[in-house]
Each structure stands twice: as C-alpha cells, then as structure tokens.
C-alpha cells in the first residue's frame, strides 16, 4: 500500500486482498517502519488521507496505525416501533456514506473546521439530488495530549491530536434523495439533519457518536470504563457544524468536555495505540417515522497513535 508519506507492507496468511468497493491486491508482511510525529513539508494545502494508511484485512489482522471498512451489522440501533417503549434494537443497515480517508494530525491549539485547510476533494462526478446533503462528509474527532491539570480548569484548547474521517455519499444514498418522499426513514432524519444542524442546536444535538475497542477486555481497564463500550454518545454542547462548497465538516471537541470526562476520555485516548476501535456516526430517531436509525458513516481505526501524527501545518511545526 503506498503512502505518500511512507511506504507501508504488511505481511499475513492472505497475500491477495479485495475490497468491497475496488479490486485491490494487497502484499502482506509483518514489519512496519513508521516514523514518529513526522513534519510534513508543506508545498501546498496537505492532500487527504495522507498521514494514516487504508489497508483492506480486518482486526486483528492488521497493522498499527492503519485503518478499515467497518462491519456496520456490529453496530446497534434504534428500531421502532415504539422505541421509548420498547426499547429495541438491532443491527444497522449499510451506511449512507463510505470511508475515503483518515489522517491522524498533531497540533499545538485545535484546529476547527481543518477541512478548509486541506486540498479540495473534486466532487464534480457527484450529484446528491438533495440542496443540503453534501457529497463529502468529514467528521474530526479533537484529543487533547494531556489531563485537565485540575477539577477546576477551563481549558478548552491546547496541544492535541486529532482523528479525521473523510466519507463520501454512497451510489444509494443519491438514487434515494431522487424523491425524498420515498427514501428510507434514516435519509430523510439526514437530509433533515443536514438542513437544520448548522443553526439549530436541538437539531446539531442528535449527533451521536457509537465507539467500540474491539479488544477492550484484553487491556485491564475498570469495570465502570468497560461498561461504556459501544454505548452511544450524544454530542449535545461540544460539536460544531461546518459547511463548505461540497462538504459538511462536523467537529467534537473534547477540550470542551466537563472535565471529569476530560479525564476519563484521557485514561482512554493515552492507550488508542493498543485499541482496534470501531467508530460509528448516526443521527438520533425518536419517533416511529424517524425509525429504524442507519449510521450514516462509519470505519475502524487500527491502534492510531499520537506519536505517529503529523504535524500538518506550519504553525504546529515552529519551535516555541
């Protein structure tokens, strides 16, 4: 697999891989060599996808610091009817949006609404058939590197790193925004969602965010952090919505968390390196009409490490 930025080979029993959605033949090896925290020379605004390798196995049989389609019936969501009644729940049908890229970044403050400092992605063979719907989805996922330094800190930035999901309207999606009165439930909620997120914080608020450490059990954390996995997240007061030309940009900022979940989120976020994480992205339903929920986008990130980011950009790369 070729990386801009470095040549990755990964070695395993399957010599000859494919993707779901493009023939690729992957070489399997067993070493990597990685560089930590790299600099990127900057000739430009940096391309997508060029800090963080796509490979085409599925944990375990993968590399450190790679990342994946996702198996999206792994994924449980709402079902009517009668949700709040009822309760139920069920596997997710296929996401409105696939993965196209990840890159892993290191900055020295957030970096808020990152898609309008990277290249453009060309869209330009992509009609949604929805004036809200974007063609690109991008979500940004902000980590700060170290712990609030105290219960009472109001820090809401800092030096951190963040993981940063490109996804691209699927085929399906399009030929359902054709007549929106015959879509399925979930891509009404988003073409919804979509119109209404970016000034109306009741709507932004049903953001919701499922991640799941596939080897959670294997890395002797507290049972009251166990408990959580794979338990969905609402981003209520800490996420911001973006629009641009041909994409939505939605960022979770965890510098603005409370900070008992600061800390917690860090007890985690310090071992991301040791965690095949599969993170999923849905729209909260409510009523029956809004039900069965569908993730509108998901991918696994494979042990993604802070010390393997790229700093991106040049303000991260002066020395203080």
């Known amino acids: 697999i070729e990386n801009n930025k470095k040549n990755i080979i990964v070695k395993n029993d399957d010599n000859n891989i494919k993707n779901n959605n493009e023939d690729t ?5 067993n070493n990597i060599e990685t560089n930590t925290n790299e600099t990127h020379v900057n000739t430009g605004p940096p391309e997508i996808g060029t800090t963080f390798t796509q490979v085409f196995t599925v944990p375990p049989n993968v590399p450190d610091h790679t990342w994946c389609f996702a198996d999206h019936k792994s994924f449980s969501v709402r079902i009517g009817p009668d949700y709040k009644k009822h309760g139920k729940k069920a596997p997710s049908a296929a996401p409105l949006y696939s993965p196209i890229a990840v890159d892993v970044i290191c900055t020295k403050l957030r970096k ?10 060309d869209t ?5 058939n ?3 719907v974007p063609p690109i989805f991008v979500i940004q996922m902000q980590i700060p590197s170290e712990p609030p330094t105290s219960m009472f800190s109001n820090a809401e930035d800092g030096p951190g790193w963040a993981i940063v999901m490109y996804f691209k309207i699927t085929e399906d999606t399009c030929n359902q925004l054709l007549d929106i009165n015959t879509a399925s439930p979930a891509v009404k909620l988003f073409a919804q969602w979509c119109e209404k997120a970016e000034k109306d914080p009741a709507w932004r608020a049903r953001f919701k965010v499922i991640c799941s450490c596939l080897n959670l059990d294997q890395m002797g954390l507290p049972n009251m952090i166990v408990s959580y996995n ?3 997240v609402l981003i209520r007061r800490t996420g911001t919505f973006y629009r641009g030309t041909n994409y939505c940009e939605f960022d979770i900022h965890v510098h603005k968390f409370a900070n008992l979940a600061k800390q917690s989120i860090h007890m985690l976020s310090s071992r991301c390196g040791e965690m095949y994480m599969q993170i999923g992205f849905v729209v909260e339903g409510r009523e029956d009409h809004e039900l069965p929920e569908t993730l509108f986008a998901a991918l696994c990130a494979n042990k993604p490490q802070e010390d393997r980011g790229e700093f991106l950009f040049p303000e991260d790369q002066e020395e203080d």
Do not use: F, G, R, W
């Not at 033949?25 to 090896?29: G, N």
């Open 112 to 121: 808020d609404h990152i898609t309008q400092k990277m290249a453009p992605i």
């Open 25 to 29: 033949k992957v070489e399997l090896k």
């Open 130 to 132: 929805h004036p809200h």
């Open 124 to 128: 330009s063979d992509i009609n949604t």
């Open 230 to 232: 794979a338990k969905p």
